[in-house]
Nanobody, 130 residues
Framework: QVQLVESGGGLVQAGGSLRISCAAS????????MGWFRQAPGKEREFVGV????????YYADSVKGRFIISRDNAKNTVYLQMNSLKPEDTAVYYC???????????????????????WGQGTQVTVSS
């Protein structure tokens, strides 16, 4: 079992920055790829980005590429999502998730579907005001 707890959400003005965190406990954190998803009101949950188990590779959705950065500290069992140049359309509940089966992005494949992730956090609200 892996328990995930997000923190750091809040209200920020458009153009601003925010960093949210996801702390993990339980089994070996460094064995999991860690993904970020978000769900805006009235919309389906969508993939934001993912980082490999070692932190050496990251992939992002086109909507956040160049603005968001995912990093991880395996010594602290924590993954981060740094969000820059925020837009009102980034308003959503942000979730972190863990995938142990595709942790190394073997063959260049990275997990981007919700059903590929075994463990989920409870989410943290990010609101971007215009």
């Amino acid at each position: 079992q892996v328990q995930l707890v997000e923190s750091g959400g809040g209200l920020v003005q458009a153009g601003g920055s925010l960093r949210i965190s996801c702390a993990a406990s339980g089994r070996t954190f460094s064995s999991y790829a860690m993904g970020w998803f978000r769900q805006a009101p009235g919309k389906e949950r969508e993939f934001v980005g993912v980082i490999s188990c070692s932190g050496g590779r990251t992939y992002y959705a086109d909507s956040v590429k160049g603005r968001f950065i995912i990093s991880r500290d395996n010594a602290k069992n924590t993954v981060y999502l740094q969000m820059n140049s925020l837009k009102p359309e980034d308003t959503a509940v942000y979730y972190c998730a863990a995938d142990g089966d595709r942790a190394y992005f073997s063959g260049g494949y990275y997990p981007r579907g919700e059903d590929e992730y075994e463990y989920w956090g409870q989410g943290t609200q990010v609101t971007v005001s215009s």
